[in-house]
């Protein structure tokens, strides 16, 4: 695997990660405050979790389906950091 592919892929596993463990923390603090803000934040979490669940998917998955509907998900999936970011700018203008 080219140098590009491999730092893609332990990007992605860190955004994965990263986001993951900030959407569980941000769910359990939304369990103890019930601030609805909390719980937009854990849900743009979640975006960017999945976004790099994806695109960290995409090479394992290659033998499996086509090259095209891969790079159709990875890149579609972009969509998710814009509704990351969009739910970040909602919690915070909650009153």
Same mark, same amino acid.
């Given at each position: 695997? #080219?140098?590009? /592919?491999?730092?893609? /892929?332990?990007?992605?596993?860190?955004?994965?990660? =990263?986001?993951?463990?900030?959407?569980?923390?941000?769910?359990?603090?939304?369990?103890?405050?019930?601030?609805?803000?909390?719980? @937009? *934040?854990?849900?743009?979490?979640?975006?960017?979790? *999945?976004? !790099?669940?994806?695109?960290?998917?995409? +090479?394992?998955?290659? #033998? +499996?389906? #086509?090259?095209?509907?891969?790079?159709?998900?990875?890149?579609?999936?972009? @969509?998710?950091?814009? !509704?990351?970011?969009?739910?970040?700018?909602?919690? =915070?203008?909650?009153?």
């Amino acid at each position: 695997m #080219p140098l590009a /592919q491999l730092l893609e /892929q332990y990007v992605s596993l860190g955004i994965f990660v =990263l986001a993951a463990g900030l959407s569980v923390l941000s769910f359990l603090a939304w369990r103890r405050e019930r601030d609805r803000r909390m719980w @937009i *934040v854990t849900l743009g979490y979640a975006m960017f979790a *999945v976004y !790099g669940l994806i695109v960290f998917l995409e +090479y394992p998955l290659l #033998p +499996y389906f #086509p090259y095209a509907t891969l790079e159709l998900l990875e890149h579609g999936s972009a @969509i998710l950091i814009l !509704g990351g970011l969009l739910a970040f700018f909602v919690a =915070l203008t909650r009153d």
